[in-house]
């Protein structure tokens, strides 16, 4: 194993990865709600995996040749992202949120179904344009600037950061439990993600 690669994987990914976007702010509120954590983490640490193997293993050349491709990935993304951020801005303004049990901290929202949030897990993640600028694009290209012998390494590094970023995101949101037992901690939340969400969209528009 060559460390240094594994070290510039794992240093370009946890500055690519550690801001609050779209998909972390998914992760985060799903983990306050406590409603099916696992799978979330799972899916996106195994999406990340995927992407960044692809990246450096070359397939960000084939987007380059493809610059239709990236427009239309890019445009699908910023319409789900602008759909995502004016709901949870419906949600601030009229929130429909259990409050979090005083009593013993559990949570009580209604019970969400698996095959929704898995698919809006897997649309925050593969139809999010910063995932093929971010982890795709850009860290395909540093990996691809390691040494031959060394990609596999870079690629390992970056693929540990993600997988250690999802598991504390994910399950260390519990810890803000408390904070969420009033409806307004909620709507405040939510009004800052259904903002952050459209600033992105119409920052990325072009």
Known sequence: ???????????????????????????????????????IVALCALSDCILISAGVGGASVLMERYPVFVHVMLYVGLAYLAWFGINALRRAVRPGHAVMDADNG????????????????????????????????????????????ARVAFAVGAMAVSCVWFIGLGYGARALAPLFRRANAWRVLDGAIGSMVLLLAVTQLR
Request: net charge positive; with cysteine.
């Open 1 to 39: 194993m060559n460390w240094l690669s594994f070290s510039h994987g794992a240093a370009l990914c946890a500055s690519l990865i550690v801001t609050i976007g779209a998909q972390n702010a998914f992760v985060l509120r799903q983990g306050i709600m406590r409603s099916h954590v696992g799978k």
């Open 106 to 149: 559990s949570a009580a929202p209604p019970a969400q179904r698996a095959m929704p949030i898995v698919l809006m897990t897997l649309a925050f993640t593969w139809l999010n344009p910063h995932v093929y600028l971010d982890t795709f694009l850009l860290v395909g290209t540093a990996g691809a600037r390691e040494p031959e012998g």
